[in-house]
């Protein structure tokens, strides 16, 4: 039982049960959108369904998660995701912060600059993978032309034809593209912190570099680990961007895509949904690693 | 003012045609973009006023890339929508969409059902169970364009064959390249192999120039001295005359390069001539085109055939009227119209029209290619079709990027892969024949459903 005061100091009782009504429109909708659509990508991928039959459809079993499992391109594919999220998401920290730490800063045009960073994250993934997939074209993209001009390469680098360039140049984009992200989540937290930490340190002029490691760093680790967790969950479905940028080749493939071409491509829903669910399972399994291997900290700290 | 009038003529017509049961809005998915939305707009136009303004017709555009098309058809048949009466359906999706599209004979009259003046690789796709389900609008066929002035300006012929070309595209790519503007960027070839579709008929269409076939008789032989002996061109050509950032380029990317100016054969579908002939293009009327060469002087030229056609859908509300649509836009007359923007008529008998070659010398070209094209092998593979294809353009892609990268690579290599993929290819046939019959379902035994299910969902029963 909660009990709260009012302005006047007044003790009011509530039930319990009064705030479930505030919430069912929003579980209601919740569970429409979210948690309908996942139960039935489950149901489905122990089935045989198809994109032209979804009704007359047989149990196999874990039939399709075994040949998932004997698949290499699937393999293959959990391979790109991860390589691509964890040397994306560190990169995006680290920039993040830097950027965050000028930003939190007082100067001229503070306002301005804050909107500026933000533009690469307005642009829809489509739209900037387009872009990025033209300026990086081998013959006539601009990326080649400027670093010709400049002399630092002496023939045209097929930026996202070669496999294992095209890897690094969507982890580049990526990490043009979510930075200002993470630069805004963690500025955030910076102007949560409480400013007597700095204005001590400030008086006892420390330097700037021990203040970041020993005050900053610390203060700032809730929100990093909540920015990271966010941003790794959020990589690890990466496909816009490997769809548009990447040659289509299955050795490039991501999960979220390996799934797509299952499901759609070859309207093979129950493999499909299976490959949906294990990329499901990943997220889960690592999510809740997450949170547990951090709990600790989070509530020493926060 | 004028768009609120506009408006209220809508809002009339819809008004009337509520009471009114036999005036309809028909909704025709095609690609209808830039040049070809002025153009189905116009057709569209023209049969509505034949109506006078009873029917009215509804234009949704598809997507670009014409595999994302077909999954886009995929959901929306599987639900059985009455959202769409005509579809502009690929002669090879026929296997896998014939189950939803309506019989159209019963709409035809005898001159009309009369399928002669289409070319033979069409007239082979539009039956589905003895009955025509689908009308040929425009044929595609993979050709190969040059550049007029260049071959003149270093006194070269047009090349008869693969080889020819060859030896002519490194000969103008290496005098081009000693222009330090073009050092880095002129090729002798653009070359489609982005792994998609439209590498599988790139490739079908070497491989046959080359003598070779996917599948012949129903046997896969794809690992065939032949198939070997075009990869290797195709391998040894991506060396030279080819850039290699092909590896991720499509038509439409190709056409980039050739557009600009910086290469002197292409392989492309026909719809970029009216493009590259536009005045503002850099090669407008410096182009030529010839099919496929074979791959020695005197052997089969070849071009991969991708024609379009409108069909209607099952699900349709006003299948009759929806077939009355399609056949006015795939009539002898629009396809003439549509030949003059590059879009080639399925009939043959356009092309033998003095008038319209006249007017329109580029269809004069084309008879050949179409008369040597060949189908994907979309029948055989029925509705696993996408699959066969993405291993077909998966290996090829893999073959050429392995070739490009790996300094260990060798010719051997492409043996390998190619009867890695007749295996792969083999297994999808297992699958797909004997044809699928609509699966019935076995229903589970009363009594002991929920049980049974667990059991069966581990697989404990059989």
């Not at chain 2, 010839?290 to 089969?300: D, E, H, L, N, Y």
Request: with cysteine; net charge positive; aromatic share 12%.
């Amino acid at each position: 039982m909660h009990i709260n005061f009012t302005p006047l100091g007044r003790k009011v009782k509530k039930s319990n049960f009064s705030h479930w009504i505030f919430l069912a429109p929003c579980l209601m909708v919740l569970v429409l959108s979210a948690g309908w659509p996942l139960l039935r990508t489950i149901y489905f991928s122990f089935t045989d369904a198809t994109l032209d039959n979804l009704k007359e459809i047989n149990f196999i079993g874990v039939e399709n998660f075994i040949s998932l499992a004997r698949d290499q391109d699937w393999w293959q594919a959990v391979l790109n995701t991860f390589l691509i999220a964890f040397v994306s998401v560190p990169m995006e920290t680290i920039l993040g912060m830097i950027i965050a730490l000028i930003l939190h800063r007082n100067f001229r045009g503070r306002g301005l600059m804050r909107a500026i960073v933000l533009i690469p994250w307005t642009i829809p993934t489509i739209v900037s993978a387009r872009m990025w997939a033209w300026m990086l074209n081998d013959v006539y993209g601009i990326v080649n032309e400027l670093l010709l001009r400049a002399g630092v390469i002496d023939s045209p680098i097929p930026w996202i034809a070669s496999s294992s360039l095209s890897i690094v140049s969507m982890i580049l984009v990526d990490v043009w593209k979510t930075t200002p992200y993470m630069a805004l989540l963690l500025l955030a937290g910076l102007q949560g912190l409480p400013q007597d930490c700095f204005e001590a340190a400030e008086v006892d002029s420390i330097p700037f570099g021990k203040s970041f490691v020993k005050i900053i760093l610390p203060l700032m680790k809730p929100t990093i680990i909540v920015a990271v967790i966010f941003r790794t969950l959020d990589a690890i479905r990466i496909f816009d961007l490997v769809y548009i940028l990447s040659s289509g080749n299955s050795a490039n493939a991501t999960m979220s895509v390996y799934a797509r071409k299952h499901l759609v491509d070859y309207a093979d829903v129950g493999f499909g949904s299976a490959a949906a669910t294990a990329l499901l399972f990943f997220i889960a399994f690592l999510s809740v690693f997450y949170v547990s291997f951090n709990r600790k900290k989070l509530y020493n700290v926060g | 003012m004028k768009i609120y009038l506009k408006l209220l003529t809508v809002f009339a017509a819809a008004f009337l045609c509520f009471f009114d049961a036999n005036c309809a809005t028909i909704k025709i998915a095609c690609k209808a973009k830039g040049r070809e939305a002025e153009l189905i707009e116009k057709a569209t136009k023209e049969w509505m006023k034949s109506y006078k303004g009873e029917h009215s017709v509804e234009i949704i555009t598809l997507p670009r890339a014409s595999n994302e098309c077909l999954a886009l058809y995929l959901q929306w048949l599987s639900a059985e929508t009455f959202d769409v009466d005509i579809l502009q359906v690929d002669l090879a999706w026929i296997g896998m969409l014939a189950d939803y599209l309506h019989p159209l004979d019963e709409f035809l009259s005898e001159e009309e059902a009369d399928v002669s003046d289409y070319f033979p690789v069409i007239k082979k796709h539009i039956y589905h169970n003895g009955k025509i389900v689908v009308l040929p609008w425009y044929a595609d066929c993979g050709v190969m364009y040059y550049r007029t002035d260049l071959l003149q300006k270093y006194g070269k012929p047009v090349p008869q064959s693969w080889e020819e070309l060859h030896e002519i595209a490194l000969y103008i790519q290496n005098e081009e390249r000693k222009d330090p503007l073009k050092r880095n960027k002129f090729y002798g070839l653009g070359f489609p192999a982005k792994a998609f579709e439209e590498l599988t008929c790139s490739f079908l269409e070497l491989v046959d120039s080359f003598g070779g076939a996917i599948i012949k008789d129903g046997k896969v032989i794809v690992n065939s001295n032949e198939c070997v002996k075009a990869v290797k061109f195709l391998v040894h050509s991506f060396g030279s005359i080819i850039n290699r950032g092909a590896v991720n380029h499509s038509g439409e990317e190709i056409r980039g390069l050739f557009q600009s100016g910086n290469s002197v054969f292409m392989r492309n579908w026909p719809y970029a001539w009216s493009l590259m002939n536009e005045q503002t293009a850099e090669v407008a009327g410096k182009i030529g085109v010839i099919p496929i060469p074979p791959s020695a002087k005197g052997g089969k030229p070849s071009g991969t055939l991708g024609g379009w056609s409108l069909a209607v859908s099952k699900y349709s509300k006003h299948p009759h009227i929806s077939a009355d649509l399609a056949k006015f836009m795939t009539s002898k007359e629009q396809q003439r119209v549509r030949s003059e923007f590059s879009y080639l008529p399925a009939r043959a008998s356009l092309y033998r029209d003095s008038k319209v070659l006249e007017n329109n010398p580029f269809l004069g070209y084309m008879y050949k290619p179409l008369r040597n094209s060949v189908a994907r092998p979309s029948k055989i593979f029925g509705k696993n079709y996408q699959r066969a294809s993405t291993e077909i353009f998966n290996a090829i892609n893999t073959i050429i990027t392995e070739s490009v990268e790996s300094e260990n690579f060798q010719e051997k290599d492409i043996k390998k892969y190619l009867d890695r993929l007749a295996r792969k290819l083999n297994k999808i046939l297992e699958k797909t024949s004997p044809p699928p019959v609509s699966k019935k379902k076995v229903s589970l035994p009363k009594g002991e459903g929920f049980l049974y299910r667990i059991k069966k969902f581990f697989g404990l029963s059989n």
